[in-house]
């Protein structure tokens, strides 16, 4: 077994020194939600039912492209890669039929990732289940075997699916989402967590729907987590641990009335149909069901719909062919009628609902169920599964525990379940921003404050004003860090997904690249992030192939932070004339002895990039890639993407503890304090990202506590980034290192603006 490059102690992550490691992690990559063969994003509907044929090897990218977009996201100051994967990639073919192909492309894959140096923990991926019904995930198959027909999803709109939607260019925009709360999805997470109390007659080769499809899931996590572990080379060198599963939802568990909307459902957008509605329209009956639309104060309701199937029905016909996936379904579970109305939920005859309460209470205990009870019970024994599924084959893994999105964490504290190589593993977005699409940086909403019944009225969960919103950010991750602690023990906390969507206010940014907007929303966020105090985050998304005309090519997402139409952010951009700098003198002094000598390599010496250098400085740069064919009315003034806002800096290896740190991006100026029993070694002192686009070497002001440092521009992980280096003493220490101020969000002047590629060709470029 390798060595164990990162290790927990207690609520923070160690590295083989013993130093702090401060996770800056991102989601790699969204192409992996969809199959390269066929090609299909979401907006694609030729073949898109040919669930069994498809490939994802090339996901989440080529071999042959893998070093442009690894060294990319090093050069991003990322040290860590949140590794999407799905369930379908694996066992699209049939229940047990692996893609071996696949599993020793994603193997590949991770040894290159290896010789850049990050840390990797691996995401078995889902939204609202499966491609199929609206989102990503889970093979087909595993709709067929619950009974259900994808094929009439959407006329009973037991899902809205953007691969079947008449024009998907007007798929109203985050409308996917709603699919947790139609049939499709409600029925698979049900089933899928709470078959055996809720759907006893659910029976498939001799074992209940929820024995069979957890049996599959993890069984497949399983195998590839085998499978790496086979490889020699990469478990605990490179792959540090598994998250449990993306996003997981209790389905219609908990619904304590079918017939009316549940009070902790906050999202409704387009047809919002009750749980009893879902039933009904899933079985051919019409119904007018209430629309709703989300403003500026959330979702308010719009108007009503009829939403007739004439009908034809979501579930399989009672004459379909089981024997296509070579299963045997248990004679008392009856295809061709609905399975709740089979458990006596309500009579097809008359269309009576029987049991509102059904899903409200447990059927052999009468025990009220709410959401605390579902992740109690019904997420803690699937989480047990799949931890020891996990262990068994990565021995010594970490295990990142994501309970439902925004619910109280499980009561684990002090349990047999407080493990200590166990990760808390939330997610946040600011939500009104996500579902609007625009930064309002006038007021904004403590969402989680009124999720937690904190203010009497939902008025006073409102802020007014920028710095009142990047405070409200930052005490709701503070609040969801220390909720994990209350409730999970000490254990890290890493915010596994968090992002902003660019395509805000009609795509304004991409039609004059300008992306203010962006900027100073990406920047909210991490001020939360640092302020909050967490151990990390891993940001959503990197998405290879986004343009200004699709996005994230799937359901109309539009948050990557690369896309092919936008310019790489330079790496040594010039200081020009409108550039404000600080007044104050640098402190680098060249006497040895001084506590602030600076080692950089800058003063030593200044490598000139000839033929030979190229291709290593080529492979270190924001390398551009082909523009995409995006149409001309979107806009031809590409910008940066608010690069500058993600690209900040962040303590890679902390000597002792971090006890704060921020980057001001306005002002370009970095400070952390951290504090240290022992001094730094000369073989292991503190380190941090500090990006070139912010803190050019020569244009750097840098002032510490005590000791001495540098600023070197170096490839100790593989991948070349700008690294401070910092040799301190014992106790408590600060640094602030003052850069260059730029203006937020536009497009630089030409002399900032230079390619990499530019720069390399003129004679005079170094490569510090």
Partial sequence: ?????????????????????????????????????????????????????????????????????????????????????????????????????????????????????????????????SRF??????PMWTLYAAGLNPLKFAVTEAAMVHNTYPDPASYPKMIWSTNYNRLACAVMFTLFFAGEDFAPKAIIDGKNIQEYLQGHFVAACRHLAQRIHEAGDLENDVVIGWESMNEPNKGLVGIPDLSTIPSEQKLQKGTSPTAWQAILTASGRSCEIDTWDFGGLGPYKSGTQLVDPKGETAWLPADHDDLKYGWKRDPDWRLGECLWAQHGVWDPTNDQLLKKDYFGKHPKTNEKIDYEYFTNHYFMDYYRKHKAAITSAHPGAILFCQPPVLEIPPSLKGTRDDDPNMVYAPHYYDGVTLMTKKWNRYWNVDVFGLLRGRYMSPAFAIKVGETAIRNCFRDQLTAIKKEG????????????????????????AYKTGDYTSQALAMD????????????????WVYVTQNNHEWGDLWNG?????????????????????????????????????????????????????????????????????????????????PGFRAAEAYVRPSPIATVGSVVSYRFDLRNAVFTMTLKCEKPATEAA??????????????????????????????????????????????????????????????????????????QCQQTRCVLM
């Fill in 524 to 539: 909210a966020n991490h001020f939360a992030l640092e302020g909050s105090g967490v151990n990390g985050f891993a940001l």
């Fill in 1 to 129: 077994m390798a060595p164990l490059r990162l290790r927990i102690e207690g609520r923070v992550f160690r590295d083989s020194k013993g130093r702090e490691v401060t996770i800056r992690g991102i989601n790699c990559a969204g192409d992996a939600k969809l199959p390269t063969k066929p090609d299909l994003p979401s907006h694609v509907s030729d073949r898109f039912f040919e669930g069994e044929e498809v490939s994802f090897v090339g996901r989440p990218f080529s071999i042959d492209e893998a070093h442009i977009h690894l060294s990319r996201l090093k050069r991003y100051g990322y040290n860590t890669i949140r590794y999407v994967w799905v369930w379908e990639a694996l066992e699209h073919a049939g229940p047990g039929r692996y893609d071996e192909e696949w599993v020793q492309h994603t193997i590949e894959v991770l040894r290159l990732a290896k010789d850049y140096g990050f840390y990797i923990w691996m995401d078995p991926h889902q939204d609202v289940w």
């Fill in 557 to 637: 997402e539009d948050l990557s932070i690369f896309s092919l139409d936008d310019n790489p952010l330079p790496l040594f951009p010039h200081a020009d004339s409108n550039s404000a700098r600080s007044p104050n003198a640098s402190t680098v002094s060249f006497d040895q002895t001084s506590p602030s000598y600076s080692r950089s390599r800058a003063s030593e010496s200044q490598v000139p990039i000839t033929q030979p250098t190229l291709k290593t400085a080529l492979s270190t740069a924001s390398i551009s890639s082909v523009p995409s064919a995006t149409p001309a009315s979107l806009g031809t003034t």
């Fill in 133 to 138: 019904s609206g989102g990503s995930g889970a």
């Fill in 485 to 508: 602690v209350d409730y999970m023990g000490d254990h890290p906390c890493v915010f596994t997904e968090i992002g902003i969507p660019y395509d805000m206010n009609d795509k304004y």
């Fill in 685 to 758: 002192p503190t380190e941090i990202f500090l990006p070139e686009f912010h803190f050019p070497a020569e244009d750097s002001d840098v002032e510490v506590s005590g000791g001495k440092w540098s600023l070197n521009v170096d490839d100790a992980d593989g991948g070349f980034i700008q690294r401070f280096r910092w040799w301190h003493g014992a106790g408590e220490q600060k640094v602030t290192v003052k850069g260059v101020r730029r203006r937020q969000g536009m497009a630089l002047g030409r002399e900032e603006e230079e390619g990499y590629l530019d």
